[in-house]
């Protein structure tokens, strides 16, 4: 037995001299549990009719040590055996741990719930959950508890905790768009509004490390604020940034959601309300959000620009035309809305514009019925081209 297996915990122990080396006895509740583990891992391997070098050679083909561990793993000799070890081999004799769950029950002081009685512990937990988290949770459970078997207590714990961190990062992230997002912050380039939301970020963590330490916290927020400063972030946003999240965690404080029985029926309903699916990062949200509104804008002027074509139609009857005629007037159409959109707040300049676009069409005499009509036509959805422009500044 190697001194590492040795245990130190029994005061009592007594050593037993062999050689040059003192052997201290392994904890008995341990021993016990180890040597029944050993004990049905052997059952279960003689069951399959597997011999120790043929299952060794199973799992660890080539390898020369591998039969000695599965040796000492039969004979309870490992005091600790990790649960890849024994997945392995149960795996190798084609079994699974339902066939050991008697022995985990015993070992463990809390009771294990597995298959549907856990399954419905858990979703009476979760029941007062919103939605979308309500499902993830357990989702999550359920493909954990496939992985691995677990006490209860611990998959209990667990959808506690997810709840808890969920609420504590979409609370967080929140208020950093508020904050990034507000009149303000309108002239701060992204990429300092990017660096108030690590400041943030920053100092939330620093004051739930150092909740009994305040002392800690002060030399932890001076040193934050001196980096700030040294990135050239704007005064104004950095203050902010204190205030609001400083306020954000004295309210979290007063709700108890860092306390360990902790429980997300006794917060306020509108904490509740944003739990949408997994909190995005404040910056990246802007980015979305704008990506998002850009692709809509890009929709709505497409459709202006449909529509002004098929009312201008009525009179040009585009579809009459020969195949090469009919798509330059088209394409002809379709320019003279964009040129129209993005000059709207320069009519010199448009017109300019249009008359170059005029010179260098192959058919003068359409070309100039064709923006005499456009001139007409146009003005009853400008206000609709304008709002839907997505020309970038």
């Known amino acids: 037995m190697k001194i590492k297996e040795l245990t130190h915990k029994n005061p009592l122990a007594i050593f037993l001299p062999i050689g040059r080396i003192f052997i201290m006895p392994i904890q008995e509740e341990n021993a016990t549990f180890v040597c029944k583990l050993g004990g049905r891992l052997r059952e279960i391997r003689k069951r399959a009719g597997l011999t120790l070098n043929s299952l060794s050679q199973r799992l660890a083909p080539g390898s020369k040590s591998y039969h000695h561990i599965l040796q000492r793993l039969e004979k ?16 190798g004799c084609g079994a699974s741990f339902a066939d050991i769950i008697d022995i985990l029950n015993r070992a463990t002081k809390v009771p294990l719930k597995t298959g549907t ?13 919103p939605e979308p988290l309500k499902t993830e949770v357990r989702e999550v459970d359920r493909h954990l508890s496939k992985l691995k078997i677990e006490p209860i207590e611990k998959r209990l714990n667990r959808a506690k905790r997810m709840a808890q961190n969920r609420i504590i990062r979409t609370l967080l992230e929140d208020t950093l768009y508020q904050i990034i997002t507000a009149p303000e912050a309108k002239e701060i ?28 916290r002060t030399r932890l927020m001076e ?3 001196r980096r700030a400063k040294y ?26 959601i860092f306390e360990e029985n902790f429980t997300w029926q006794k917060l306020p309903e509108d904490w509740l309300k944003p739990l949408l699916p997994a909190p995005v990062r404040a910056e ?19 459709g202006v620009g449909i529509t002004i074509f098929l009312e201008m139609n009525r009179q040009l009857k585009v579809e ?10 088209m394409e002809f159409i379709n320019r003279l809305f964009k040129i129209a959109v993005e000059l709207d707040s320069n ?39 304008i709002n839907s422009n997505v020309s970038e500044s």
């Open 76 to 91: 309870g000799k490992i005091k600790s055996p990790s649960i890849n070890l024994i997945a392995q081999y149960l795996a």
């Open 117 to 129: 009685e856990g399954a419905a512990l858990l979703t009476q937990a979760t029941e007062t959950l």
């Open 189 to 216: 380039e992204f990429e300092k509004l990017a660096g108030l939301c690590h400041l943030g970020r920053k100092l939330f963590s620093i004051f739930k490390r150092t909740r009994n330490n305040l002392a800690r």
């Open 223 to 225: 040193k934050l604020i």
């Open 231 to 256: 990135q050239d972030l704007p005064e104004s946003g950095v203050s902010t940034v204190l205030e609001k999240i400083n306020h954000l965690f004295q309210e979290m404080e007063e709700n108890g």
């Open 284 to 302: 990246k949200r802007i980015v979305l959000e704008r990506e998002k509104g850009r692709i809509q804008r890009e929709k709505e002027r497409a």
């Open 320 to 329: 009459n035309l020969d195949h090469k005629t009919r798509g330059w007037v």
């Open 347 to 385: 009519p010199l300049e448009m017109e300019r514009r249009f008359a170059e676009l005029l010179s260098q069409s192959p058919d003068p005499d359409l070309a100039q019925k064709t923006l005499d009509l456009f001139k007409t036509t146009y003005p009853k959805y400008r206000q609709k081209a």
